[in-house]
């Protein structure tokens, strides 16, 4: 539901609200840029992402994926209805060389060039179950994707971009984090 945006604070100045960018739907996972001038986020409704200008705190481009998750659901926020069920968008992040961002939405990951501002999709890669949060390592070398319904982590390999192993992640993995 409301608010609708990102409330941006300074962490330095007692986490004082210095700013707000405004989005078109509740927010899901967010990613930032590494020259921390684009901010990607997921909305609920869409298949894709928006991103913000940070510059000017202003939305700048709708994208939208090339394959498709479904029959829309309403309320909004509950996502798609596919063959393999409910789907939506929930895992983001930006590749560390800062050339790509990575959306996970269903059982699709969905890999977009940020060079070109029209952020096209620039490869696609099925995962063998709903993927939710998206990390890389350090490096960039591995991405590592939570498969709930599967109770494994897939982990692919950025330069082929394959699956090259899944782990096993106990009861329902959503969230993942990697620690260096």
Known sequence: GAPKRVTIVDPHDGHKVIGNI????????????FSRN????????????EVAELETNTVIARVKHNRGLGIPVLPRQLGYLGFSGLSRCHGLSVHPDDKEIWSVCGRNVAIHSIDDRQFPEVFHIEL???GYWLTFSPSGEFAFIALAGKSEVAVIDTATRNIIHTLIAGA?????????
Not at 22 to 33: D, G, I, K, N
């Open 22 to 33: 405004p989005f078109s739907a509740s927010t899901r996972p967010p990613a930032l840029s």
């Open 38 to 49: 684009l901010f990607f986020q997921h909305v609920d409704g869409l298949n894709g992402f």
């Open 128 to 130: 063998p179950g709903k």
């Open 172 to 180: 329902r993995p959503k969230r993942n984090i990697v620690v260096d």
